[in-house]
C-alpha cells in the first residue's frame, strides 16, 4: 500500500490488532498500520464511501457491474474527485461472500489462468494497488541518463572507416556485393549511437588499421 | 506464477533447496518448485534466452533501455515468437547488481511511490506476471450473467405507469415542471434495466396505485 501511495486502512473485525506479525510483515511500513481504523462490520467500513469496488476471483450471479481489475482503477479515478472510494477484499481463505459484494457497485477481477484458484489476499492488493497507481499517475518511471546522441555525419565518418578496416583484415572484399556492410548498418542503427560510443568504435578500428599496416607484430 | 500462467522457474545459486518453508507458502503451486532448474550462474541461467528483461526500482548509470513494467511485457511478447524470454529478479535485500543488470537487455520498473523504497520480491513478481499475462491474453474476465434487458416500449410503459403512481400518491404535481421525471429517467437509464427488473418496479406500482385507491386501508 505504502509504496503504491495507499495510506489508509479498514480492517473489519480483526481477529487480531495489533498483531506483532503483522507490524513484521510490514517492514518500513508500520505506520499505516498504527493508522488503521478498525470496523465493526462492513456496512461500517463503507458508510463514507461514494464508490465501493469488491475484488473477486470467482463468477456471481448477481454481480451487477464486473470489470478487469484495470478498467475497475479507472473507475475509481473517475469517482475519486467528487467522493471516496473504497477497495474491498474479502479474507485470505474464502474471499468476498455475496452479502459483502452485494454492498460493492463494481466488482474488479483479476485476470488469471481459469480454474487455478485465486491469487492469495496480498498478490490480489499489490496488484490492484498498482493499477490504482497507474491509472492515477500514469506508469512514467525514471529513465536511463541521456548521453549525447551521435550525429549522422559521426556515423558516416564511423562506417567509412569500419569498410576501411575491414578491408585492411581482408574480411570484406570490396569488388563483392556489400550485404554485409548493411548487416552492420542495421545493428548500428537499432542501436542509436552515442557520441562516445562512436569514439571507441572508431579507437578500435584505428588500433585494427594501426596493427594490419604494421604487419600484427607486436609494437 | 501458477495463477498467471508462468511456469518455468530458475533459481540462481539458491541458499537452500528444495526447502520446507517454499512449499509451505507455494500452496497448489509446488510443482513449479518441483520443476525449478538450479543455475551457478545468472550467466548459466539466461543461457538459452533471446530477451533478459530486468525488474529493478532504482536508477542506473548504464541502464540502457529502461520501461515501465507494462510496456517491457509488451516487449516481451513481441520476443516470445522467436526466442525464449527470461524475467529476471534479484534477491529480497538488494535487488540486482549492475553486474546481474548489464545481462538484461532491458530494465524494467514498477511504478512507484519515489523515495519510498521498492517492493517486496514477491509484490514485484506478482505486478511483473500480471503485466505478462494482460499483455499475452489481454484482461478480458468472466462476465456478469447476461439478463435479458428490457425493451424501450418496456420502459416507456414503466415510466407512465411510475408517473401516474407518483401522481396518486400526490408526490408529483402535474402541473408543475417535471424535473423530478427526469431525474427518474436519468437514473433508470443509467442503470440499463432488464426485463425482470421492469416487471419488478411495475408490480410495485401496481400495488401502490392499488392501495392509494382503497385509500391505504390493510386489504
Same mark, same amino acid.
Given at each position: 500500500? %505504502? *509504496?503504491?501511495?495507499?495510506?489508509?486502512?479498514?480492517?473489519?473485525?480483526? %481477529?487480531?490488532?495489533?498483531?506483532?506479525?503483522?507490524?513484521?510483515?510490514?517492514?518500513?511500513?508500520?505506520?499505516?498500520?498504527?493508522?488503521?481504523?478498525?470496523?465493526?462490520?462492513?456496512?461500517?467500513?463503507? #458508510?463514507? +464511501?461514494a464508490?465501493?469496488?469488491g475484488?473477486?476471483?470467482?463468477?456471481?450471479?448477481? !454481480?451487477?457491474?464486473?470489470?478487469?481489475?484495470?478498467?475497475?482503477?479507472?473507475e475509481?479515478?473517475?469517482?475519486? +474527485?467528487?467522493?471516496?472510494v473504497?477497495? @474491498? =477484499?474479502? *479474507?485470505?481463505?474464502?474471499? /468476498?461472500?455475496?452479502?459483502?459484494?452485494?454492498?460493492? %457497485?463494481?466488482?474488479?477481477?483479476?485476470?488469471?489462468?481459469?480454474?487455478?484458484?485465486?491469487?492469495? /489476499?496480498a498478490?490480489? @492488493? %499489490? @496488484? !490492484?494497488?498498482?493499477?490504482?497507481r497507474v #491509472?492515477?499517475?500514469?506508469? +512514467?518511471?525514471? *529513465? #536511463?541518463?541521456? =548521453?549525447?546522441?551521435?550525429?549522422q555525419?559521426?556515423?558516416?565518418?564511423?562506417?567509412?572507416?569500419g569498410?576501411r578496416?575491414?578491408? +585492411?583484415?581482408? =574480411?570484406?572484399r570490396?569488388?563483392?556485393?556489400?550485404?554485409?556492410?548493411?548487416?552492420?548498418?542495421?545493428? =548500428?542503427?537499432?542501436a542509436? /549511437?552515442?557520441?562516445e560510443? @562512436?569514439?571507441i568504435?572508431?579507437?578500435?578500428? #584505428?588500433?585494427?588499421?594501426?596493427r594490419?599496416?604494421?604487419?600484427?607484430?607486436?609494437?
Amino acid at each position: 500500500m %505504502q *509504496t503504491m501511495g495507499l495510506s489508509r486502512l479498514v480492517l473489519v473485525n480483526p %481477529q487480531r490488532y495489533p498483531d506483532a506479525d503483522a507490524y513484521a510483515m510490514a517492514a518500513g511500513a508500520s505506520s499505516i498500520l498504527d493508522a488503521a481504523r478498525i470496523a465493526a462490520s462492513l456496512d461500517e467500513a463503507l #458508510a463514507g +464511501a461514494a464508490l465501493a469496488i469488491g475484488l473477486s476471483a470467482r463468477p456471481r450471479e448477481f !454481480a451487477g457491474t464486473v470489470l478487469p481489475v484495470r478498467a475497475a482503477m479507472h473507475e475509481a479515478m473517475r469517482y475519486v +474527485a467528487s467522493g471516496e472510494v473504497a477497495l @474491498v =477484499f474479502g *479474507t485470505e481463505m474464502s474471499g /468476498l461472500s455475496n452479502a459483502e459484494l452485494s454492498r460493492c %457497485q463494481v466488482v474488479a477481477t483479476i485476470p488469471a489462468v481459469p480454474d487455478l484458484g485465486s491469487l492469495n /489476499l496480498a498478490a490480489a @492488493v %499489490q @496488484v !490492484a494497488a498498482y493499477e490504482l497507481r497507474v #491509472a492515477a499517475h500514469g506508469d +512514467a518511471v525514471w *529513465t #536511463a541518463p541521456a =548521453f549525447e546522441p551521435a550525429t549522422q555525419d559521426e556515423i558516416e565518418r564511423l562506417f567509412a572507416q569500419g569498410e576501411r578496416a575491414l578491408i +585492411a583484415l581482408d =574480411f570484406l572484399r570490396p569488388a563483392q556485393p556489400k550485404r554485409l556492410l548493411a548487416r552492420l548498418r542495421r545493428l =548500428f542503427s537499432r542501436a542509436r /549511437l552515442e557520441k562516445e560510443e @562512436v569514439n571507441i568504435l572508431r579507437g578500435i578500428l #584505428a588500433r585494427i588499421e594501426e596493427r594490419v599496416e604494421a604487419g600484427w607484430r607486436k609494437p
